[in-house]
């Protein structure tokens, strides 16, 4: 689907897929938005022109639940929403990293528990000092996440790149990466643009938000100088954008427009807007967030001046 969909394509298409229930208001509003197709975008460096959803999940300080058969249960339900709601023709994003306590392992025992590993794009991470170190740590993300293939591996945080980045590009060039990319989520974004620009880098991951704009200075346009996919971190700031609304109703133009229920979609679809941007990965355990999430990246999209107009909210918060 096109990523700016006008209001009245995303009507149509409504219409076409949600049936007349969908417009006599007979049928939730919510039910309607998720019978449309999520949006997805080309990675630049794909020869073989695959595209991602522009919305996946993180799993940063939210899938740590060893031994609780509960909380397991309810996180497979998370892992099943956001791949049975995405895209039909890419596959679900799910970003991880050996760092996030036990959110590898759980991931890996969840796909593979469910079988839902060929519907997944895994992007990981490991930050180490030392070739062996480095090594160590890819080969216990490939145990923990029970596969013998990632999808995208990251030099996280940029630590000891000039060791790592030829580590990397030896395990992509036997097969074992698909992609690989450096990211870092610091407010020092220079380096990281030098990373770049050298155009070795498949991915970039950041943070970038509707009132933390400074990726728009120098990464998002050398990602799309250098043809390098972008994955968003922190979208809503570690929770600070959405507090900066708190009490507050979206605007009306918002939910007229751009079909936003909530704050949460209106900054996801700020982010994915970008021309820059690949996919926003918001980090969760809730399956009501998680299709949230999932219905930002249907429907209407933001033009430039509809852009401008949510970043106003957050500059008037």
């Not at 249960?73 to 709601?85: H, M, N, R, S």
């Amino acid at each position: 689907m096109p990523l700016h969909m006008t209001r009245a394509d995303f009507l149509k298409a409504s219409v076409k897929t949600a049936g007349a229930f969908a417009i006599s208001g007979l049928l939730p509003a919510r039910t309607a938005l998720a019978a449309l197709p999520l949006a997805t975008k080309a990675i630049p460096k794909s020869k073989a022109h695959e595209k991602l959803p522009v919305i996946g999940m993180g799993t940063s300080r939210t899938f740590n639940a060893k031994g609780d058969a509960a909380a397991m249960a309810e996180k497979g339900e998370v892992l099943k929403t956001l791949i049975e709601g995405g895209s039909a023709d890419a596959k679900a994003v799910l970003d991880t990293a050996a760092s996030y306590g036990e959110a590898e392992d759980i991931c890996g025992e969840l796909l593979k528990k469910m079988k839902l590993r060929p519907r997944t794009f895994i992007a990981t991470k490991f930050g180490e000092t030392g070739l062996e170190n480095g090594k160590r740590s890819i080969e216990n993300s490939f145990k923990r996440l029970r596969t013998d293939m990632i999808d995208l591996m990251y030099i996280h945080n940029m630590v000891d790149v000039p060791t790592q980045l030829p580590n990397v590009e030896e395990h992509k060039a036997a097969g074992k990466f698909r992609y690989i990319g450096i990211s870092d989520t610091s407010r020092n974004q220079d380096e990281l643009a030098t990373h770049m620009a050298t155009g070795k880098l498949d991915f970039v991951e950041f943070s970038y938000s509707a009132d933390f704009r400074d990726a728009e200075k120098k990464l998002l346009p050398t990602a799309i100088d250098k043809g390098v996919a972008v994955f968003v971190a922190l979208p809503f700031g570690r929770g600070r954008a959405l507090k900066a609304v708190q009490n507050k109703e979206v605007p009306a133009w918002a939910r007229a427009e751009l079909n936003c229920q909530t704050f949460a979609q209106l900054l996801l679809k700020f982010i994915v807007s970008h021309p820059g941007v690949t996919t926003a990965i918001p980090a969760t355990s809730s399956v009501k967030h998680m299709a949230e999430n999932l219905d930002a990246g249907r429907g209407p999209m933001p033009d430039a001046k509809q852009r401008e107009k949510i970043a106003e909210i957050w500059a008037n918060a």
